[in-house]
């Protein structure tokens, strides 16, 4: 994809507080847990269903749910629509949770010599829930429509044309070489053939070849997701999954520890040791596929000079301000991508040294007294901007922090409206094509940024069908971007995620996205 943009990505649930106010935030919460400890003593045993003793749970997340299209270009790529779209809908392959790529709908696929044309053959007998047969026609028409919506994620497959040649087999083609198409395919979701344009009224309740299928949807607040009786891997052991968007913090840890909710992720690291505490609860900490990035807009006068983009850099004590805020959750990143991510190449960490930082901006001419645009959106992110931004101000660099909502922020971060832009990206496909290669080319035009020498290397990464030629090749284009300063790459995230025990068959996922349709309630 499209990298989740959590901005999927895409750390969810962080923190919500500012520096200054962090004791008397963590006070608060700390009296909302213990309140539901005195109250409860332990979770329920109805995973949020109330003592009905159905096999139900309920998972609260930050993000709403407001779309369940995820070829929609308002809102597919988003991690709400993402995470209920897996559930409710097969694609060719997907991507375990160890970066490997497994079937789903093809049961095998072959490529040509030169990676520019894959083969799928299709799994027999696939169902939709509505008990329609699932064919190679609606595979190639669901590709189609993703290309002609143009979302997010249709930029991973510019040209690319899909065919049935049999019932039972589709082939891709690609107007170059493509080692990543695999992985790009993972969020690539298919729909029956009927379907044609956003078509809202489908997505109200759709018909899809997932483990579940829609029960109820209510983009104000709540998913609620039933068995899919056709699924071709067997009817899920859950009868009812239900995503809650639950914005606050307290209201999320205590859901947790009182029942209401059975599964969170994004813990913030000042809450771990109290969850790790509950005996009712399994907690883990996982690396993730996301890093804190923080692009210059180098389209500006201000930041086209590489030497300006990496004095700001070095201008912020990013170490410390991941210390204070992610002790246990961030790490300092030395790459533009996430180590478990395909073409993952260390570089060299930028040392704090706001004393050289200065002196190269005076030397660069850079104008102190013209303010810097700093966008972000959700106010999870807002302690680590705000510490970026009095860093900077320091040594005399001027910010404009600009906390936006989602729409406005996609919009502008699209229309280059911003000089520095944060996100926490991540990326679903495991692999850098998704991330490097798609965002990075003066094609994309995404970050002002343009680097024949690049593009080049990019290309070659992406056409060279050997793993380890292209994490070589991946690690020369992360050098560029990194020495260039194209941005600044601060954190690589872990994801903190904590279940109740009776859940079994659960597995956190690095990307975010875990995948409920192995997951089952114990009778205990």
Do not use: H
């Not at 045993?45 to 003793?53: D, N, V």
């Not at 991330?435 to 035009?445: F, Q, S, V």
């Not at 956190?508 to 114990?522: C, I, M």
């Amino acid at each position: 994809m499209t990298p989740i943009v959590r901005t999927s990505a895409d750390r969810k649930d962080v923190m919500t507080r500012s520096p200054a106010s962090g004791k008397a935030w963590r006070a608060a919460v700390g009296l909302a847990l213990a309140a539901a400890l005195a109250l409860t003593g332990c979770s329920t045993t109805s995973g949020g269903g109330g003592g009905s003793g159905k096999s139900e749970i309920t998972v609260a997340g930050t993000y709403p749910i407001q779309n369940l299209d995820p070829a929609s270009p308002s809102g597919g790529s988003n991690t709400g629509t993402q995470l209920v779209a897996q559930e409710l809908f097969s694609r060719l392959v997907r991507v375990r949770p160890d970066g490997t790529v497994e079937g789903d709908l093809a049961t095998e696929w072959k490529a040509n010599a030169t990676a520019s044309e894959y083969t799928f053959t299709l799994r027999k007998d696939v169902k939709f829930s509505d008990g329609s047969p699932l064919t190679a026609d609606d595979v190639v028409a669901s590709f189609k429509r993703l290309l002609d919506l143009k979302s997010t994620n249709a930029a991973n497959f510019t040209d690319y044309t899909m065919t049935a040649p049999s019932p039972d087999q589709v082939v891709l083609k690609a107007t170059k070489p493509d080692a990543a198409i695999l992985r790009k395919l993972s969020i690539f979701y298919v729909i029956p053939a009927k379907v044609t344009g956003e078509d809202p009224d489908f997505f109200k309740s759709p018909v899809g070849s997932g483990p579940f299928k829609l029960e109820k949807f209510d983009p104000s607040g709540s998913v609620a997701l039933v068995p899919n009786a056709n699924y071709y891997a067997g009817v899920p052991k859950l009868d009812r999954v239900t995503f809650r968007t639950m914005p606050e913090l307290a209201a999320r840890m205590t859901a947790l520890r009182t029942g209401e909710a059975d599964l969170i992720w994004g813990i913030p690291d000042d809450q771990l040791s109290q969850v790790k505490s509950d005996s009712n609860l399994t907690v883990e900490t996982v690396q993730s596929t996301a890093v804190f990035t923080m692009w210059f807009n180098s389209s500006e006068p201000a930041l086209r000079d590489a030497k300006v983009r990496r004095a700001l850099w070095q201008a912020v004590d990013f170490p410390t301000i991941i210390k204070q805020l992610y002790p246990e959750t961030g790490s300092l990143a030395d790459s533009p991508v996430s180590p478990v991510t395909l073409g993952y190449v260390k570089q060299q960490p930028v040392s704090y040294d706001p004393t050289a930082a200065k002196a190269a901006l005076t030397a660069a001419g850079f104008d102190f007294g013209k303010k810097l645009r700093l966008q972000f959106a959700n106010a999870e992110f807002r302690p680590f901007n705000q510490a970026i931004v009095s860093d900077l101000q320091k040594i005399g660099v001027q910010v404009d922090l600009l906390e936006k909502e989602q729409a406005v922020f996609t919009k502008d971060l699209l229309a280059l409206n911003w000089d520095v832009n944060f996100q926490q990206l991540s990326n679903p496909t495991y692999d850098a094509a998704n991330t490097l290669g798609r965002l990075y080319t003066c094609k994309a035009k995404r970050n002002g940024y343009c680097n024949p020498e690049l593009d080049k290397l990019l290309a070659a990464a992406a056409a060279s069908p050997d793993e380890k030629e292209r994490t070589r090749l991946y690690g020369e284009a992360s050098k560029i971007i990194w020495s260039d300063a194209v941005g600044m790459f601060p954190m690589a995230v872990k994801y903190a995620y904590a279940w109740n025990k009776r859940l079994t068959g659960f597995t956190p996922d690095p990307a975010g996205l875990p995948d409920l349709a192995k997951v089952q309630v114990s009778s205990s």
